[in-house]
């Protein structure tokens, strides 16, 4: 039989009605955390918040180091006392008030950078809770992790965790890139694959030593067949497939096996044209590189494709946003769009939330919009994220959450989200609009003031990773490392909002 208890020792100080109570029934999705399965409703002051609400579970628990903790209520974060939520629900404090309680998202803090000579356009990580590594089928020990880097100079660089380069990506003059890197992705713990301004799709052959202290980038594949630069790209290991994204207004669809790669197009080849061809005869004598083009160029898209997925529990599937306000679903073996969803700006990044069934879609109107791609959806858009000063042009989920993901945009910022963490609006656009739970800056102009803009420190590219944390890069050349702490370490009062 359940029990129920009263608690009066944790009221905070409030203008909400004084002496007012409420039954307050506690649960969980995360059995470490859970109460015994005993504890019935628990009577509390009305003028609880979370931070009382936090020490009161934590009693409850007998948690030797405070555990901050968020409360969700019919789905949202409460950022108000329990008086105001009965209040604003029309809800009499004769109800007994279902609180789910989740660990808080901790202020990730800085914790390294790493320079380059140019502007860094894209990175990754490749560690042992990355989808890269279990693709491979391989384990990788902590303090093994690795950093992929792009940048304007055209090359890739792999680094440690110490800040080392471990390899450097082949010169145009020798066979690399011969413009600007504008992607790059771990496809295995063996093979990367990037993406530029030189219109190339490349696949790498990635290789360590022995003692860890240097690390080898090959050339195996060159993919050609977009006509313009090539923005984007996405990876699937399991069935060798690769995505990209082009200026060109088309979508490509590649094999990343030589054997199952048709002939690239010889219109397309450095060959055909002899000031590129110059450019890369001493690769042409040193190496040998096969050339291949596309499965297919999925045509549909009025203006630059913008960002390209595989959809994360269906490889057949792909989604594709663009400057043409579109998001386009397609269906890879048939080549065919069976989808489009109308925004009303261009779309600049592209990001899955699968166990919402969502995509979150950056915006050059400088906010995020969750769409439902699914064709029996009764609206386009389902949340809006607002608070970046400037365009949203990279998103990745939250490696250890279904509600949550990163942004990075170039007013210089990440800022991380939970998209429980929301509230009806009634400015522009209405609706329901989520808030950002925490915002990383730039260590180089930290506390210094935001740059209009964003200017010099805009921000082109961010991953998350479970183990290494968020990982950001852009205009001010550094891919800087920021990792929230471990919540145990971190008192309830910390983070109190």
């Given amino acids: 039989m359940s029990t129920q208890t009263t608690t009066t020792a944790l009221a905070e100080p409030s203008q909400d009605r004084p002496g007012s109570q409420v039954r307050v029934q506690f649960t969980t999705q995360h059995p470490d955390i859970s109460l015994p399965e005993n504890t019935g409703p628990i009577v509390v002051p009305t003028n609880l918040r979370r931070y009382g609400l936090s020490t009161l579970v934590n009693h409850l628990l007998g948690t030797e180091k405070p555990t901050p903790f968020d409360f969700l209520v019919s789905g949202t974060f409460l950022r108000t006392s329990i008086d105001e939520y009965l209040t604003a629900s029309g809800l009499s404090a004769e109800t007994t008030v279902t609180l789910e309680y989740v660990r808080s998202i901790i202020p990730p803090l800085y914790v390294a950078s790493y320079e380059h000579d140019d502007w860094v356009s894209s990175v990754d990580v490749l560690s042992g809770s990355s989808q890269a590594q279990a693709w491979g089928g391989t384990t990788r020990q902590p303090g093994h992790e690795r950093i992929l880097s792009g940048s304007y100079d055209g090359l890739l660089r792999v680094w440690n965790t110490s800040s080392q380069t471990l390899a450097t990506s082949l010169s145009a003059a020798d066979g690399g890139h011969s413009s600007s890197i504008k992607a790059a992705r771990f496809m295995s713990p063996s093979r990367v694959v990037s993406s530029g301004l030189d219109r190339t799709v490349r696949i790498w052959n990635y290789a360590e030593?022995?003692?860890?202290?240097?690390?080898?980038?090959?050339?195996?594949?060159?993919?050609?067949g977009h006509r313009s630069s090539v923005d984007d790209v996405a990876v699937h290991a399991p069935s060798s497939r690769i995505l990209s994204a082009s200026a060109d207004h088309s979508v490509g669809f590649w094999s990343a096996k030589k054997s199952d790669a048709p002939s690239a197009p010889s219109s397309l080849l450095p060959s055909s044209n002899p000031s590129r061809s110059s450019k890369r005869r001493k690769h042409t004598q040193t190496t040998d590189t096969h050339q291949r083009g596309p499965l297919t160029l999925l045509q549909a898209h009025t203006a630059p494709v913008s960002a390209t997925i595989f959809d994360a529990r269906d490889a057949t599937v792909a989604y594709s946003a663009s400057w043409d306000h579109t998001l386009r679903t397609w269906d890879l073996p048939t080549s065919t769009a069976v989808d489009a969803r109308t925004t009303a700006h261009a779309l600049l990044s592209l990001a899955a939330l699968p166990s919402l069934g969502l995509l979150a879609a950056g915006t050059a109107a400088r906010h995020i919009t969750l769409l439902d791609p699914r064709a029996s959806a009764a609206t386009v858009s389902a949340l809006t994220l607002r608070g970046h000063a400037n365009a949203?042009?990279?998103?990745?989920?939250?490696?250890?959450?279904?509600?949550?993901?990163?942004?990075?945009?170039?007013?210089g910022t990440c800022r991380v989200w939970d998209v429980r963490s929301s509230s009806s609006s009634s400015g522009s656009g209405g609706g329901?609009?989520?808030?950002?739970?925490y915002t990383v800056e730039r260590e180089q102009v930290r506390g210094k003031g935001r740059r209009v803009g964003g200017d010099g420190v805009k921000v082109f590219t961010v991953a998350w990773d479970a183990a290494l944390g968020i990982v950001s890069a852009g205009q001010d050349r550094r891919v800087q490392v920021n990792k929230g702490q471990d919540s145990s370490t971190t008192t309830a009062g910390t983070i109190d909002k």
Avoid at 210 to 221: F, G, I, Q, V, W
Avoid at 398 to 406: C, K
């Fill in 209 to 224: 030593s022995s003692d860890d202290t240097s690390a080898s980038l090959e050339p195996y594949l060159e993919l050609y």
């Fill in 392 to 411: 949203v042009v990279s998103l990745v989920p939250d490696p250890g959450s279904g509600f949550g993901l990163v942004s990075g945009s170039h007013d």
């Fill in 432 to 437: 329901v609009v989520g808030e950002s739970v």
